[in-house]
């Protein structure tokens, strides 16, 4: 199995841009989980899904942030403004529910917004 | 809610000294527990788990036993190597949400 995608792995945008970003869980998965990763805030849980709906948004820090999973296999993340403080490494990561809750991550996008 | 309490960082050893990483958490019932190892560009691995009282945990050397008396699930390792510098990351799951709780994240520096 290839793992937990995520593309880009880099993104330099400029404040006010919109920046996507997307994930490709691990096949069969039924949670997908967004992390974001900062050196002040540590990891933090944004928003999870199961079974492709979402379960638990308020990690979200605002309205700027929203998360969609159409399919099973594909979710994205969208940033509408970027702002500076919005820089992070973003993870995604994919469970199989009844798996004791273990994670597989992805390599994550680390984006810096200017 | 869930917290998740790590010995702060960085914990700098020589090679082959003795490993204790603190973790202490609390929960509503009775989670699995987890220690995840990120290392440097790369995205976070489950290292160990245990998921019921008095479960140890184990894989590369590391250990970690479950206490349900004192919430701990404490990292150990009787021989460090240069190669196990990273940040450790401590994580019990809610059973509830399905979505674990990070700890801060240790980071670890051995010296050879």
Known sequence: DAGVIQSPRHEVTEMGQEVTLRCKPISGHDYLFWYRQTMMRGLELLIYFNNNVPIDDSGMPEDRFSAKMPNASFSTLKIQPSEPRDSAVYFCASSLGQNNNEQFFGPGTRLTVL | ?112
Request: include cysteine; hydrophobic fraction near 30%.
């Open chain 2, 1 to 112: 809610g869930d917290s998740v309490t790590q010995m702060e960082g960085p914990v700098t050893l020589s090679e082959e000294a003795f490993l204790t990483i603190n973790c202490t958490y609390t929960a509503t019932g009775y989670p699995s527990l987890f220690w995840y190892v990120q290392y440097p560009g790369e995205g976070l691995q489950l290292l160990l788990k245990a998921t019921k009282a008095d479960d140890k945990g184990s894989n590369k050397g590391f250990e970690a036993t479950y206490r349900k008396e004192t919430t701990s699930f404490h990292l150990e390792k009787g021989s460090v190597q240069v190669s196990d510098s990273a940040v450790y990351f401590c994580a019990p799951s809610d059973t509830g949400r399905r979505a674990l709780t990070f700890g801060s994240g240790t980071r670890l520096q051995v010296q050879p």
